[in-house]
């Protein structure tokens, strides 16, 4: 997941809660082993590697979490794909550098593309993929998925009042602590890290955000010319679960705001915040976009 798990537990025994926050750890790592394409044995590389009709067999995480990704591929009418590697390799090079590729380079890498091109069966918890050459990436909703497995952990330990960290991208309000309103959460400009550009206080759900400063790595695979998004510096999605939250922080890279509006008022529990190109804002320029009852108090 090329991040930093952190957690943050209230709890009177500190020895305990230590336990239980290296039980949480080692989840993660389990499931790193298990979601990671860039570990040779893990599910994910298995399912990259295979043949058209070649069945594979999934460990439950991974079979769940490619599940959780199609159901968000459909809500977001293909604006979140995690079988969007071909077009990355076509837009980037090795170095994650914007190239320029042909529109044949791009035609056939979104033939590549999308989720209609492999099957999920859930009585046998395997895959089929039905052509050669889709690469799935679970980067996009990995990081959403472990820290509800942590949050799991950590119920099942009785440390419920914790807030886990997903990297600085995506955080999991497990429950608040007694006597505090939420948990304290600062949104950062992208473009200038040291502005903060919102202060609140998370009292449930989870929030999710991505952006641009690590490069040109967020693809719109909707359209063949699809390449690098260029409408916001940064996106930040709240809905009730990280899964959720960490999918949609992605599509609302490339949502129009009609449709990050639509999709707010549909979705109960679901808010957003985007932050355009140029970095020179503050939280009443109109530029600074919000949607969603939830910043209504913010």
Not at 179 to 208: C, H, T, Y
Not at 213 to 237: F, M, N
Not at 240 to 266: H, K, R, V
Request: hydrophobic share 40%; aromatic share 8%.
């Amino acid at each position: 997941m090329a991040t930093v798990y952190e957690l943050y537990i209230s709890n009177e025994d500190e020895d305990y809660a230590r336990q239980g926050a290296q039980a949480a750890f080692a989840e993660v790592d389990r499931l790193e082993s298990e979601m990671s394409r860039f570990i040779s044995n893990s599910d994910i590389s298995r399912l990259n590697a295979a043949l058209p009709g070649q069945v594979v067999d999934l460990g439950i995480d991974t079979f769940e979490c490619l599940m959780r990704a199609k159901e968000m591929f459909e809500k977001t009418r293909g604006a979140f794909d995690i079988s969007i590697g071909a077009l990355y390799d076509c837009w980037l090079d090795e170095n994650r550098s914007l190239r320029e590729p042909s529109l044949d380079e791009v035609r056939k890498a979104s033939e590549l593309t999308g989720l209609e091109l492999f099957k999920l069966d859930d009585d046998d918890f395997c895959a089929e993929v039905l052509v050669e050459g889709v690469k799935f990436d679970l980067g996009g909703i990995g990081k959403g998925y472990a820290a509800e497995k942590v949050a799991e952990i950590l119920k099942e330990w009785s440390l419920e009042q914790s807030l886990v960290l997903a990297g600085a991208s995506s955080v999991l309000c497990v429950s608040v602590p007694d006597g505090m309103n939420g948990w304290p959460v600062r949104l950062r400009n992208p473009d200038q890290p040291s502005d903060i550009l919102i202060r609140f206080d998370l009292k449930e759900g989870a929030i999710s955000g991505s952006g641009r400063k690590k490069g040109q790595h967020i693809i719109d695979p909707r359209t063949i010319e699809a390449g690098p998004v260029e409408y916001s510096s940064g996106a930040w999605a709240l809905a009730q679960d990280a899964i959720t939250a960490d999918a949609l922080s992605t599509a609302f890279m490339m949502f129009t705001d009609e449709e990050i509006s639509d999709y707010c008022l549909a979705n109960s529990g679901t808010a957003a915040i985007i932050a355009p190109l140029d970095g020179r804002l503050n939280p009443a320029d109109p530029a600074f976009k919000k949607f969603g009852q939830f910043w209504e108090s913010c």
